[in-house]
């Protein structure tokens, strides 16, 4: 419905310019004949004439609209060059954004039929070449740029990243066109703005980029390829050692049933493991693992019991140490687990005698520093010699087949938590839980949601109704499993249990415990692909069937409330009245630093540490 209400009141906005005459003010001539008045108007009115021409020019180009070209010389002939190009390059750059957003929010499906043909080159160009690939094609007016912003809204190029390559990319065509009308007198055709030579002069200009990054690509793969171990032993492979028996079980096993396929975004787009592992070649395999949501769905409904999951994860090692993954795209991510294992925001405060530590994670403390002091109380009440850590898990590291940096850091704080005797780990992080529970394995290892159900936590509502009054029960929530989560029965149905006590009812939603789907977020897969993290969050959205979500992710309930209202069971448990109201809100960056630093300092005012620590070790990355 949305989309049909928005291309009725574009066409109806594009019929009333042809009804009313609009286009006729809006050639060529009409343009050189009125240049004089209209420099008048701009010498007395400036910024009303810039805020004027703007909200024409951006809806031309968002729309492709037959005048957006007469519009850029219309800049150049009433504000001179050099205003003109900014002015008309801002203004052009935002419209080519509402277009590429257009494309990915409301049109997607009609542009991949359309352009179905290319859509598979360009993004085969955004996987090998990243920004540089955009760039070029902005530089080479031969393409023309409507059809370039279509396109990109259905790949998996960041909207931040269209923007600002569209403005760089556009600008030399930008600035040839505002000065052409600075000249406008001398113009008699628009085919003459764009000379034969002019166009190949500006294609060469977008080859360069191309050419650059691919000879510095050729350079590393070569000292990749001469410094490998195997290339040295002369016996190169596509495989290494390590990966060969996840696919070997895989090409043995598999028996192309599609079970895999039924809910899963990413193989419903590519086909089945045993599809991708024999008909593409290496480099584009380790290319699609980073589309991977690594979340486990396909091992849990695999009738072999196969684990693709653990393929497209090693296929990430594999890219990382041969220096064959553009990292660069996750940028974000990997800024922010860096900070969280920072001396600025890390923070281990233990006790004398403590043996047992609160490990919130990232995401819980800067979202929700209220609710985590809450947690940390009641967990000090029921062991008074309890510490905290403020650290990160390095889990997006991990993911991401960082495996060495993952290592260095981890067995580092695993390091210092066992030569301070620490043998017991609480942790109100599902990603956090999942990595301890792997490779922590001399600690006892607990989710705190076990913790409070065990230990029978009174109810929170005297009036046994719930935060959402009785007609809410009419109609129970239900509960997403994280992913991480997918194989502890004993979690999932503590969560239940603590919901239970506080006279929330949980209804059954399909595909929930083991068989539970991402919420968007694993894999970081949203960072290259945010059409296929969508995808995600949808069909957990449609599997709600607009009842509310309760989970017990701090991630998760992020994604999620994107698309459909969903409350973290602590925020339900500590402040009912508030997350029932809407008044108690998880908070975004940047106030999530601001929050982690004062969670901080509440820590070290407050709690009686015997050792206080601030991580600052950095390995070699």
Sequence with gaps: MKKVIFIILMAGLVAACFRFGLTEYLSLEEIKQS??????????????????FVGIYIPSVALNLPWALVLGLAGGAVFGTFTGTVVVSFASSIGALLA????????????????????ERVNQGIAREGAFYLFALRLIPLIPFFVVNMVMGVTAIRLTTFY???QLGMLPATAVIVNAGSQISKINTLSGILSGKLMISLALLGSLPLAAKRLVSVVRKKKAFSTHPETQSGEASNRPDQMAPVFTDILEKCTGCGACQVQCAFLT???????????????RQRALAFECSLCGLCRAVCPEKLD??????????????KNQADLSRYSTIMGYEKKGTSALFSCYALPQGCDTI???????PGTRPETTWALFETLRALDPDLGIVLDCCTKPSHDLGRESYFHSMFGEMLAFLQARKIK?????????????????????VESVYEVLSRTGLPSRFSNHTGPFGNTFLADPLVVHDPCPMRDDALVQESVRSLLAGMSLSAGKMAYEKKKTLCCGEGGSVGFIDPTLAREWTQKRKKAARQRPIV????GCAGFLNRATPTFHILDLLFFPDKAASGRLRAARAPLTYFHRLALKRKIKKTLPAEVFRERNTRPTE
């Design 100 to 119: 590429c957003m257009i494309s990915r929010y409301l049109l997607a499906g009609w542009v991949k039929k359309k352009f179905k043909d290319k859509l």
């Design 308 to 321: 693709p999951g653990e393929a497209f994860l090693a296929l990430r090692r594999d890219a990382v140490s």
């Design 424 to 444: 017991r780990v609480w942790l109100a992080c599902p990603n956090c839980y999942k990595i301890f529970l792997t490779y922590a394995a001399q600690m006892k």
């Design 358 to 364: 609160f490990f919130p994670g990232c995401t819980l």
């Design 551 to 554: 989970t017990y992710c701090a």
């Design 164 to 166: 600002w390559v569209s």
């Design 269 to 283: 787009r590519y086909g089945t493991p045993k599809d991708i592992f024999l008909t593409l070649d290496p480099a």
């Design 35 to 52: 240049q004089g008045r209209l420099q008048a108007f701009y010498a007395q009115n400036p910024a009303l004439s810039i805020a004027v």
